[in-house]
């Protein structure tokens, strides 16, 4: 059985390519106007419901210029997902914007990959370069529910359930990772932020914010050899998301997108 994923569009950002783009004169093209979208994801199976990441929390948007359209708790309602009854809760990595309201899923497995819990405890991680793209409060909370033994710890390569495969690809953070997920419209990706904008992974042009260049340009290899063998990437952050997959409609309209 194949799961049901819909893309939640909770925040936005107005943006210019030079801001997010590493390097971005290298290129030679004038700058361009560049918006952001904020997703989380709910994945479902009968009365399975997975939620992937928890975005941010909407008093940590304003200080950083994002604006939260729809706050998470306040989406995943209109839903209808009560998050103290979702199984599992899948980190794709531990910035601001995918960890902030992890405190509602009180019974949820986290799963979360193991370089990501280890980079974000260490001493290093405090340098401001790294510690400005984390919310304190969330790697405080998942710490300690490292520490409680509710976190499972991924290595490269984990089997979520059956259709449901985690892999580890680093680059934008240690501990990036991208989903794949079989649904009835075959194989999709979701590759948070491994791949931020579709054109991105398109001239495969490095985002701003990296750990490891040659992780980050080894992903994007990784992606499209998955998306020549059928499936289909879909970006962390690109507005085109919610342009181009069916709005749910509802209580949901403008907020929920079918991707699969
Ligand atoms: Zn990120």
Redesign the pocket.
Known sequence: MSYEIVAVRYGTVRSHKSELFYRYQAYGEPDASQDMDFFFYVLRRGDEVIVVDTGFRPAAAAPRGRECLTAPAEALARLGIDPARVSRLLIT?M?W??IGNVELFEAAELVVSTAELEFWSQPIARNVQFWA?VDPEGVALLEAAWRAGRVTATGERHDVSPGLRAITVGG??PGQQILVVETASGEVVLAS?AVHLYEELELERPFG?IVSLPEMCEAYALLKEMASAGATIVPGHDPLVAARYPDLGGDAAGLAFQIA
């Open positions: 990595h910035h914007d995918h793209h934008h953070s932020d914010v």
